[in-house]
T-cell receptor, first 108, second 115 residues
Framework: GQNIDQPTEMTATEGAIVQINCTYQTSGFNGLFWYQQHAGEAPTFLSYNVLDGLEEKGRFSSFLSRSKGYSYLLLKELQMKDSASYLCAVENFNKFYFGSGTKLNVKP | EAGVAQSPRYKIIEKRQSVAFWCNPISGHATLYWYQQILGQGPKLLIQFQNNGVVDDSQLPKDRFSAERLKGVDSTLKIQPAKLEDSAVYLC?????????????FGPGTRLTVL
């Protein structure tokens, strides 16, 4: 089976940095995606990692370690609009498996 | 470029009734996905099409769910008859191909409530 784990909920302060972790155990691996989903809206693409290391995109960065089955999403200079759920998804032979998502609450 | 379109946005039905959802992917996208997202969970793939052929429907409850993409463009997902546990958001997504590294773009979803 495919197992993808994320913390259920996190709280952080505006202007701070937060790291959202994702661990996975899957029968295969072709890449890992991070999506942002605001309440009542569709997921939107944030980042993609296929090789080990850090991918940086503005305030958001994503890290992957394939040997450890581990990824994290790093959000810097948090803004109130970053309050949302963050979904980790593993691609395995063109099939996508999503974690349950981490709900991030940003407070003033 | 226009995004993925879905309709209706909301639907309320009673158990044992039938319901259908429609999805129009981004123009030129060959791959289309239907996901079920139950409140508090991540999306679960129901069915994946490559053009008008089914690539994966292993998690589709085929006794009550059906989907088609006859002309390789838009798609419909049907539930007949609906059960209480089918209450969820049904998301449609598309990508250019089904190859690795190809980002999926999601539609706004249809929120289904079964009473």
């Amino acid at each position: 089976g495919q197992n993808i784990d994320q913390p259920t909920e996190m709280t952080a302060t505006e202007g701070a940095i937060v790291q959202i972790n994702c661990t996975y155990q899957t029968s295969g691996f072709n890449g890992l995606f991070w999506y942002q989903q605001h309440a009542g809206e569709a997921p939107t693409f944030l980042s993609y990692n296929v090789l080990d290391g850090l991918e940086e995109k503005g305030r958001f960065s994503s890290f992957l370690s394939r040997s450890k089955g581990y990824s994290y999403l790093l959000l810097k200079e948090l803004q109130m609009k970053d309050s949302a759920s963050y979904l980790c998804a593993v691609e395995n032979f063109n099939k996508f498996y999503f974690g349950s998502g981490t709900k991030l609450n940003v407070k003033p | 470029e226009a995004g993925v379109a879905q309709s209706p946005r909301y639907k309320i039905i009673e158990k044992r009734q039938s319901v259908a959802f429609w999805c129009n992917p981004i123009s030129g996208h060959a791959t289309l996905y239907w996901y079920q997202q139950i409140l508090g969970q991540g999306p679960k793939l129901l069915i994946q099409f490559q053009n008008n052929g089914v690539v994966d429907d292993s998690q589709l409850p085929k006794d009550r769910f059906s989907a088609e993409r006859l002309k390789g463009v838009d798609s419909t997902l049907k539930i007949q008859p609906a059960k209480l546990e089918d209450s969820a958001v049904y998301l449609c997504a598309s990508s250019r191909t089904s190859g690795s590294q190809d980002t999926q773009y999601f539609g706004p979803g249809t929120r289904l409530t079964v009473l």
